[in-house]
T-cell receptor, first 112, second 113 residues
Framework: KNQVEQSPQSLIILEGKNCTLQCNYTVSPFSNLRWYKQDTGRGPVSLTIMTFSENTKSNGRYTATLDADTKQSSLHITASQLSDSASYICVVVGSTLGRLYFGRGTQLTVWP | NAGVTQTPKFRILKIGQSMTLQCTQDMNHNYMYWYRQDPGMGLKLIYYSVGAGITDKGEVPNGYNVSRSTTEDFPLRLELAAPSQTSVYFC????????????FGDGTRLSIL
């Protein structure tokens, strides 16, 4: 069964600290993996997209890694800001029909 | 930059009522999608469209209908609303290539009482 599991479910950190969010998936065959940020009351916004041949991709203070062999990805946030408080969703795209499989998200709260 | 626009933002329906959730995009994207997001759950695909005049079912299509008469618009119809349809509904669109990101609207929060 194609699944996407994220951990932790929620996380609280202090402003300025770093954190890492995890994503494990069983989707096969696999086309690409995406991380989205969803602010409260808003739609998800794309942060990064990685194909199976890419190991790392950065977008400002966000760095995503991918290990296609172990089917794991992580999103590292550096020097967190209050505006980073949001839900971070891991999305895996299957190469058959391009179907998207969504994780449940990690709810990140950054405290001052 | 309007992107994907959804209306209404909030709605309360009584059981058995019907309504249409509107979605329009101004990016000339061929692919459009409807998802529902229940609390603590991942987004689930309701219906999708690969172009005007073409629609297909996703994971959870029961109780919903869609149409795609133009590239820009992709309305979602709820017939005979049920409490199980209480959710947040998101519309999304993307360009043709599978490696392109989906652009989401800000959602419609629907409660069925």
């Amino acid at each position: 069964k194609n699944q996407v599991e994220q951990s932790p479910q929620s996380l609280i950190i202090l402003e300025g600290k770093n954190c890492t969010l995890q994503c494990n998936y069983t989707v096969s065959p696999f086309s690409n993996l995406r991380w989205y940020k969803q602010d409260t009351g808003r739609g998800p916004v794309s942060l990064t997209i990685m194909t199976f041949s890419e190991n790392t991709k950065s977008n400002g203070r966000y760095t995503a890694t991918l290990d296609a062999d172990t089917k794991q990805s992580s999103l590292h946030i550096t020097a967190s800001q209050l505006s980073d408080s949001a839900s971070y969703i891991c999305v895996v795209v299957g190469s058959t029909l391009g179907r998207l499989y969504f994780g449940r998200g990690t709810q990140l709260t950054v405290w001052p | 930059n309007a992107g994907v626009t959804q209306t209404p933002k909030f709605r309360i329906l009584k059981i058995g009522q019907s309504m249409t959730l509107q979605c329009t995009q101004d990016m000339n994207h061929n692919y459009m999608y409807w998802y529902r997001q229940d609390p603590g759950m991942g987004l689930k695909l309701i219906y999708y469209s690969v172009g005007a005049g073409i629609t297909d079912k996703g994971e959870v299509p029961n109780g919903y209908n869609v149409s795609r008469s133009t590239t820009e618009d992709f309305p979602l119809r709820l017939e005979l609303a049920a409490p199980s349809q209480t959710s947040v509904y998101f519309c999304a669109s993307r360009r043709g290539q599978v490696d392109q990101p989906q652009h989401f609207g800000d959602g419609t929060r629907l409660s069925i009482l």
